[in-house]
């Protein structure tokens, strides 16, 4: 496995926010974490980046903890792309996604030519060649995300990692988000993502993660995570599966 939690705790203040968790990833996985408001998806998805410490258990990269690896090691191999990190800054779009290049530039050194090529293929893949010039705080909620998102694929990281990466998109733009996530997979790189909208999370990733009071509570092909006793528990509703003839994926309704 790429990236591997061990019965990881965070403490949030005295707050245990996340309380034993056991999660791995591998090359070209697709894993959507999935969950109620407040279960810790992304403190966990921080956890796993090495941005927060973890009080119990041990996140592992290749093998080895996070805590032994260099910052920039980790930062390499693990991008972590956020809702909020989106937020208006008079900053250009262009300078943001080259902020994805900064754990192989460092402060006050140019970059390469492989840097400059990173940043024009995420820039590319994400379409948003004509945003590079205009500041950030003039984008739309959803093309900052599209912003955010290039800055992580500029980092051309082995693990992406992205806490609710449709937020704000449009129907159009949530498709072309998820194909794009197809493609970097296809490419080998494992993505786990947070994913609000449990009928896209089935139909994307290959292996669903049902995190609730700081636990995973249930983990496997989506179809059977969604049925679980502990999915009707943890959302409160009941989750029920429906097919229709021609159709291969199943659809869901809740009440």
């Known amino acids: 496995m790429i990236l591997e939690a061990r019965e990881i705790s965070v403490l949030r203040g005295e707050r245990r926010v996340i309380d034993g968790c056991s999660l791995a990833i591998d090359a ?6 999935v969950g109620p408001n407040a279960a810790g998806k992304s403190t966990l998805l921080r956890a796993l980046a090495g941005l927060l410490p973890t009080a119990v258990g041990q996140v592992l990269l290749d093998g ?3 805590s032994e690896l260099s910052r920039s090691t980790v930062a390499r191999a693990i991008a972590l792309v956020s809702a909020d990190e989106g937020a208006p800054s008079p900053l ?7 902020l994805g290049r ?6 006050f050194r140019s970059g390469s030519a492989a840097d400059t090529a990173a940043i024009e293929r995420a820039i590319a893949r994400t379409g948003i060649a004509h945003l590079v010039s205009r500041p950030l705080e003039r984008l739309s909620a959803g093309e900052r995300q599209l912003a955010a998102l290039a800055r992580g694929l500029a980092q051309e990281p082995r693990v992406l990692l992205l806490d609710e990466p449709a937020a704000h998109l449009d129907v159009g733009h949530e498709l072309a988000l998820f194909r794009i996530l ?10 786990l993502a ?3 909208d449990l009928q896209r999370a089935a139909g994307w990733a290959e292996r669903l993660a049902l995190l609730s009071g700081g636990r995973i509570v249930a983990e496997g092909a989506p179809a ?23 159709v291969s994926r199943p659809f869901y309704s809740f009440d």
Not at 92 to 98: E, H, I, K, L
Not at 102 to 107: A, C, E, L, M, R
Not at 182 to 191: F, N, Q, S
Request: aromatic share 6%.
């Open 28 to 33: 070209g996985q697709a894993v959507a974490l």
């Open 64 to 66: 080895r903890t996070t």
């Open 92 to 98: 250009r779009v262009g300078d943001r996604v080259a």
């Open 102 to 107: 900064y754990p192989y530039v460092g402060p």
């Open 182 to 191: 197809d493609e970097v997979r296809r490419e080998g790189v494992a993505v």
């Open 194 to 196: 947070v994913v609000h």
């Open 224 to 246: 059977a995570v969604l049925s679980s006793d502990a999915a009707a528990r943890a959302f409160g509703v009941a989750i029920r599966s429906h097919t229709l003839p021609g």
